[in-house]
Nanobody, 124 residues
């Protein structure tokens, strides 16, 4: 069992930056691929980024490549999402998720545990 708690969301102007954090419980954090997803009002949950268990591999949605960076610190059981050059269309609830596996995936159904989400609002 893994519990995930996101933090760091808020209101920011377009062009600004935010860093989201996701703290995981348990002693097996390094056994999980970690991902970030987001859900805007009226839309389905969408993949944002994923990172391998040791942090050596990452994957991003095309819409955030070059602007967002996912990272993790296995000593702190935490995964991060640095978001730069934010746009109004980045407004959404952001969720972190954990997958007990080795393959990076953008498929939400492959993830086993989810956080409660944190709101990010980008004003124009």
């Amino acid at each position: 069992q893994v519990q995930l708690v996101e933090s760091g969301g808020g209101l920011v102007q377009a062009g600004g930056s935010l860093r989201l954090s996701c703290a995981a419980s348990g002693r097996t954090f390094s056994s999980y691929v970690m991902g970030w997803f987001r859900q805007a009002p009226g839309k389905e949950r969408a993949f944002v980024a994923a990172i391998s268990r040791a942090g050596g591999s990452t994957d991003y949605a095309d819409s955030v490549k070059g602007r967002f960076t996912i990272s993790r610190d296995n000593t702190k059981n935490t995964v991060y999402l640095q978001m730069n050059s934010l746009k109004p269309e980045d407004t959404a609830v952001y969720y972190c998720a954990a997958e007990y596996g080795v393959i990076l995936t953008a498929l939400s159904r492959r993830y086993d545990y989810w956080g409660q989400g944190t709101q990010v609002t980008v004003s124009s």
